[in-house]
């Protein structure tokens, strides 16, 4: 079972960053893709990035240019680097893995809180 567990969350000022982690129990660094997700209170979860083995990436376009996307497979290791942000980002961000093949090998951390005010 692979187990995911994000911190760096929290409460930041209009044009601040932060630096969210997301660690992985098991071994994640052949077989999976990461991605980051979040979801705002009564709004759906909506995809913000993800990146596979070989560091290819994609982003959402509303964080396209101030959020950047990266993973040490070394250390089953997963970042989001979030600068300039804005009250919009304010969500809880989620983790994902998600195996290249084999189905149902789809986990979720528990997530993290931004919140992004003045």
């Known amino acids: 079972q692979v187990q995911l567990v994000e911190s760096g969350g929290g409460l930041v000022q209009p044009g601040g960053s932060l630096r969210l982690s997301c660690a992985a129990s098991?071994?994640?660094?052949?077989?999976?893709?990461m991605g980051w997700y979040r979801q705002a209170p009564g709004k759906q979860r909506d995809l913000v990035a993800t990146i596979t083995s070989s560091a290819s990436t994609n982003y959402a376009d509303s964080v396209k240019g101030r959020f950047t996307i990266s993973r040490d497979n070394a250390k089953n290791t997963m970042y989001l680097q979030m600068n300039s942000l804005k009250p919009e980002d304010t969500a809880v961000y989620y983790c994902?893995?998600?195996?290249?093949?084999?189905?149902?090998?789809?986990?979720w951390g528990q997530g993290t809180q931004v919140t992004v005010s003045s």
């Open positions: 994902n893995a998600r195996h290249l093949w084999l189905p149902g090998r789809n986990y």
């Open positions: 098991g071994s994640i660094f052949t077989s999976y893709e």
